[in-house]
């Protein structure tokens, strides 16, 4: 998925960081009272821990707490649908990700929201890669090596997902349309089984979220060949991206602060400069990578140039995948 903002206004950003703390509560019109804040997944998972992270270091810039509540279940639609409803007063936002927002209204009938009519953009928070990893018995190096490898199988190589159209089903079907090679979709019930099948040999590959599997890369149960994020970026130190070796080839997940329809502009911009400040914090940084992600502020601007791109991108991806909407 793609990646890529000005690097000049990312550098405003940091800059203007030191600044805008002082500044803030000098303008306390907004927030005079607690925000809910609506995680639509479940306690401990990666869109939970990162927003966590993210609005406990925005509730000190803002002056006041911003309140998760988790709203999980139906690959995260019920707790959008709650902030699609809630008043845009600027007292309920939501902690959105690439697997609600850009995924689920393409592939669920059942949802009704369209992200880009229904809610304000507030501000990116960060990225996730995925790592193209594989079973450490697999006779290949790097990306070029399993490529060249999985076309010699004619197709028998076994690919692992999290499920049908899940991320990893998703990555990896792009990935297969971008490097010119098929291989067998084994899909599992959630990332983790996915994952444990390369790890047993039951499959040989998968394209995943980066903290399902970086854990097991550093005990050496995995092979690591490659991150599917920007080859500017260097999101796992000296891990070279996969467009290194497909150029153009980008997905990575993300996670944003998202808002009803109708947030006053003025809430959106104190919102947005409070995540550019948080994000900077070397101690979020910290925690961020951690769990596999990059900090990621943007405008709101840029967080919706970045979705319209990503919701395409994710439908290229379905339609490699053969995958419908159910």
Request: glycine fraction near 8%.
């Amino acid at each position: 998925m793609p990646h890529g903002f000005p690097v000049s206004r990312r550098a405003c950003l940091a800059a203007g960081g030191a600044l805008l703390l002082p500044s803030l509560h000098a303008q306390r019109a907004y927030p005079e009272r607690p925000v809910k804040t609506v995680v639509p997944n479940a306690p401990g998972s990666s869109v939970d821990t990162i927003g966590r992270v993210a609005t406990m270091e925005m509730a000190r810039v803002l002056g006041q707490p911003l309140v998760i509540d988790n709203r999980a279940g139906a690959a995260g639609a019920i707790g959008v649908e709650a902030v699609r409803n809630a008043p845009p007063d600027g007292y309920t936002v939501l902690v959105g990700s690439s697997s609600a927002i850009s995924v689920a209204p393409l592939l669920q009938k059942a949802v009704s929201y369209q992200p880009l009519r229904d809610f304000e953009l507030v501000s990116l928070i960060a990225l996730l890669p995925n790592v193209l990893v594989c079973n450490p018995q697999l006779p290949v190096q790097n990306v070029h090596e399993l490529i060249a490898y999985a076309k010699s199988r004619n197709g028998d190589l076994r690919m692992a997902s999290a499920g049908i159209g899940s991320v990893s089903h998703l990555a990896g079907a792009a990935f297969q349309a971008a490097a010119g090679f098929k291989a067998l979709h084994v899909p599992y019930k959630g990332g983790s089984q996915g994952v444990a099948s390369v790890v047993s040999g039951e499959t040989d590959w998968v394209l995943t979220p980066a903290p399902a599997a970086m854990g097991l890369v550093a005990g050496k149960r995995l092979k690591l060949l490659g991150h599917s994020m920007a080859p500017s970026t260097q999101p796992l130190g000296s891990t070279p991206s996969i467009a290194s070796e497909l150029p153009g080839f980008e997905f990575a997940s993300w996670i944003g602060l998202m808002a009803p329809k109708g947030m006053s502009a003025s809430a959106i911009d104190t919102l947005a400069k409070a995540v550019a400040v948080a994000v900077q914090r070397p101690e979020v940084q910290k925690s961020f990578e951690a769990n596999g992600a990059v900090a990621h502020a943007s405008t709101p601007e840029e967080f919706r140039a970045y979705l319209v791109r990503d919701i395409e991108t994710t439908r290229h991806a379905a339609a490699a995948a053969g995958v419908q909407a159910e």
